[in-house]
């Protein structure tokens, strides 16, 4: 059986931690260019010139894109044939988001929910594993800022709303977020599943890069109906009015109860940082 | 809106802001001083317990940040503006006192955007996840109270050119409001 050190998990999500604070992915920054030619209103073209700037230099002095550095988030498919060895993965994976936090001087934004009292270094982490076919071990390193997290919804629909129902609640919740999460965003959205399947979805879809298609047909259609739909509210690159609202609709679907239309949308600003990596 | 931005220096006064309307695009410079919404509940509760608080109001401009540390050799580490609905159950009580300028994103709830019309004072916006651009601004900081809150303690910074946009305006104007309306495709 193949084996993999705790020791290597944790220095992997380390700089993963650190690089994705640091680092834009260039599938982001190509949409900030495509965004710009796009756009009519001239302060948006002047944001996101703002926004291409600030990733240039986030990458070139190591200062994080963004204040929020996050809630790390950590996405993990571990292999059935592959033995962790020298500790428990959990313990890796908080421990080396503890070091990429401190070595890379990024914010710790993880407190109690009443004293509000910060943990200190950034954990705990959100943590979802799932265990694949195969010997490897892929972590997705996904540090989500609070504000675009905040107008974030869930919705128990009934089964007769329906595709429109579907799209009339996406849309609100985009509009009523209007400037807060940090348009242009990204809008996550999982149908189906169950109650806490379908934000797991909406998140899930959020990992897959701008410059990549949805693989379902059926799903790209929504996603194209949903954007254009978004795009037309107005609210614009920081919600001063703009054509790009939202840079792109991410659809997961699966089956649900016969009795439920369960629907999550997970808002993700222009800051998306996702790193993917495979030990 | 594209014309050369409106030059402002801290503290500000009425005639400052006055002549500052919704849309228009500002650089300052001079002195603000950071809170997000733990901070501002620790001065709301020094204020109503009849105590002086740990930093001027009046002619002020604060800066809704928490900003990353900062690593060796630099002032700040990225210092993007936060959301600013969390500061709202806090900020009208500041105003009164003669704040001036709220720094933030994100909207503002009617009755602080009613009481920027009342006291005279604006709310600008800086663009949110642009941390490593606007930290380029900040020439010096240190913090001036609250440390324990880390991330949000309240710091004195010493700014130049920090560019903002006016979104509220003393004639009770909203450019998230107008700005949308604008390019809102029915």
Known sequence: ?279 | MGNHPIHLETPLSDQDIEILKAGDRVTISGILYTARDAAHKRLIELLEAGKDLPIPVQGQVIYYVGPSPASPGRVIGAAGPTTSYRMDPYAIKLMQLGLKGMIGKGKRAPEVKEAMVKYKAVYMAAVGGAGALMAQAIKEARIVAYEDLGPEAIRQLRVENLPAIVVNDTLGNDLYIEGQQKYMIE
């Not at chain 1, 931690?17 to 680092?23: I, P, R």
């Not at chain 1, 994080?64 to 959990?90: H, K, S």
């Not at chain 1, 799932?130 to 107008?151: A, F, H, R, Y």
């Not at chain 1, 806490?196 to 996603?223: F, G, Q, T, V, Y």
């Open chain 1, 1 to 279: 059986m193949r084996q993999i050190s705790t020791e290597r998990i944790i220095d992997a999500v380390k700089h993963a931690a650190m690089n994705g604070n640091f680092e834009l992915g260039e599938d982001v920054v190509q949409a900030f260019h495509t965004a710009k030619k796009q756009e009519e209103s001239p302060v948006a073209k002047d944001i996101l010139d703002q926004l291409i700037e600030n990733s240039i230099l986030a990458r070139e002095t190591r200062v994080p894109m963004c204040q929020d550095t996050g809630l790390a988030v950590i996405f993990l498919e571990l292999g059935q044939d592959l033995a962790i060895i020298g500790g428990d993965l959990q313990t890796a994976i908080e421990e080396g988001i503890r070091q990429g936090y401190k070595e890379g001087y990024l914010r710790k934004s993880v407190c109690h929910p009443f004293t509000r009292k910060n943990t200190g270094d950034n954990t705990p982490v959100i943590t979802h594993i799932e265990v694949v076919p195969g010997d490897k071990l892929t972590i997705w390193v996904v540090p989500k800022g609070g504000g675009s997290e905040n107008m974030s919804k869930l919705f128990m629909l009934p089964p007769a709303a329906g595709w429109v129902g579907v799209k009339e609640n996406i849309i609100q919740t985009v509009i009523s977020a209007g400037p807060n999460p940090c348009p242009p965003t990204i809008v996550g959205v999982g149908i189906g599943g169950n109650f806490e399947r379908s934000a797991l979805l909406a998140k899930k879809s959020l990992l897959r890069p701008l410059d990549i298609p949805n693989p379902d047909p059926e799903l790209r259609e929504m996603e194209k109906e949903l954007l254009e739909a978004i795009n037309k509210s107005g609210i614009g690159p920081q919600g001063l009015g703009g054509r790009i609202t939202s840079l792109a609709v991410h659809i997961l679907m699966m089956p649900c109860h016969i009795a439920s239309l369960p629907l999550a949308v997970n808002i993700q600003c222009h800051a998306s940082r996702h790193v993917k990596i495979v030990l």
